[in-house]
Structures are given as C-alpha cells and as structure tokens.
T-cell receptor, first 112, second 111 residues
Framework: DVKVTQSSRYLVKRTGEKVFLECVQD?????MFWYRQDPGLGLRLIYF???????EKGDIPEGYSVSREKKERFSLILESASTNQTSMYLC???????????FGPGTRLTVL | SQQGEEDPQALSIQEGENATMNCSYK?????LQWYRQNSGRGLVHLIL?????REKHSGRLRVTLDTSKKSSSLLITASRAADTASYFC???????????FGAGTRLTVKP
C-alpha cells in the first residue's frame, strides 16, 4: 500500500521562525511535490523535485526553499515564517511527472 | 497558475441522487485527473483519463473528456453521504512543471 507521510498534522510557529516540513514516501517515486492549499485558491505548486538533489520552482516559490538529499524525503523550509504563510501544506509524490500523485495527510501551519 | 476550473463551486444533493461536476481548462493536455479530499485531509486519486479517451468508468464514477471544448465532467451515480467531500480536477501536460489543480467543487450529500 502506497504511503506518503508528513511530519506534523498541526504546527504553530511564530513570525520569523525557521520552519521545516518533512515529507517521506515509500514508493520509490522519482517526483515529489509541495503544494499549499488556501480556501478559494485550490492547490498551488510551491516546488517540485524530479530527482535527488534536483529542484524546480513552482508557481509560488517566494519565501520557501526545499531540500531533497534522499529519494524518499522532500523537505519544505520556510526561512523566516510570516503570517501570510499560514496555510495547509500538502506533499505528494508520483512515478512520472504526469502520473497519478499520491498525497500525504497535510500539515496545517499557523504562523502567529 | 491554476489550470483546471471546477463548476459549480458547491453542490448539495440528497442521498441516491446523481452528482455532476464540471472542469474546464485552457491549454492542451496529456491527461486529466480527478481527486477527492475529505475535510482537512490529503487528496485521494479517483480516476485518470488520457487526452485520446472520451469516457471512463470506475465503479459509480463516470468521467468524460471533450478536448475540443477543453472540458471534463465527473458523474457520481447513486450518491451516498460518504461521498461528501471536495472534488478537484487536475490537468497534466506531460512536461515539467506539471499538474495544475482547480479550486474544487464542494459536494454535500444529505442523508
């Protein structure tokens, strides 16, 4: 059974803190994605990675960075959290770039 | 940029009725996928239809694709209360970065 896990379901941080969101998949997938989901805006792609140590910007990369040191793990980093980064963050993985994506349960981040 | 746009934004029906949701998109695609999201959870893949297919079935789900109109529809037959969720379409063009999701249709099925 395919599985994508995210390190936290709920997270509360203060403005200016450095925040790490971790995502792990056990399907040996090449591609991994980070989205944020806000009411009325759907899912917006922040970053994606198609191989270890490779990363590509999505539609809204500003204020975020990512790290993929191992195939199974893709981390999203908020260098200095701001209140407008309060959102639901969803990680996904897929075998091919246009293939079915498998999602983690999401992390609801609140920045105070 | 958002590719797929679902219509309606919200839909409320009685158990046993059929639910139809539509998706429109703007550019050529490799495939179109439908996902479901229960409140506060991750998305779950429902069905994928390729650009050279016109219709696909999976259980109580029926998806159609009209590439000339750049639109797709998802039909859920004999709906159940457990079908209450948000439904998203996502379009894939086949090259990076890929997969664009719409804002979703919120379906409520009343028992």
């Amino acid at each position: 059974d395919v599985k994508v896990t995210q390190s936290s379901r709920y997270l509360v941080k203060r403005t200016g803190e450095k925040v790490f969101l971790e995502c792990v998949q056990d399907m040996d997938h090449e591609n991994m994605f980070w989205y944020r989901q806000d009411p009325g805006l759907g899912l917006r792609l922040i970053y994606f990675s198609y191989d270890v140590k490779m990363k590509e910007k999505g539609d809204i990369p500003e204020g975020y960075s990512v790290s993929r040191e191992k195939k199974e793990r893709f981390s999203l980093i908020l260098e200095s959290a701001s209140t407008n980064q309060t959102s639901m963050y969803l990680c996904a993985s897929s075998r091919g770039q246009a293939d079915t994506q498998y999602f983690g349960p999401g992390t609801r981040l609140t920045v105070l | 940029s958002q590719q797929g746009e679902e219509d309606p934004q919200a839909l409320s029906i009685q158990e046993g009725e059929n639910a139809t949701m539509n998706c429109s998109y703007k550019t050529s695609i490799n495939n179109l996928q439908w996902y479901r999201q229960n409140s506060g959870r991750g998305l779950v893949h429902l069905i994928l239809i390729r650009s050279n297919e016109r219709e696909k079935h999976s259980g109580r789900l029926r998806v159609t694709l009209d590439t000339s109109k750049k639109s797709s529809s998802l039909l859920i037959t004999a709906s159940r209360a457990a079908d209450t969720a948000s439904y998203f379409c996502a379009t894939a063009r086949g090259g990076p970065p890929d997969m664009r999701f719409g804002a979703g249709t919120r379906l409520t099925v009343k028992p």
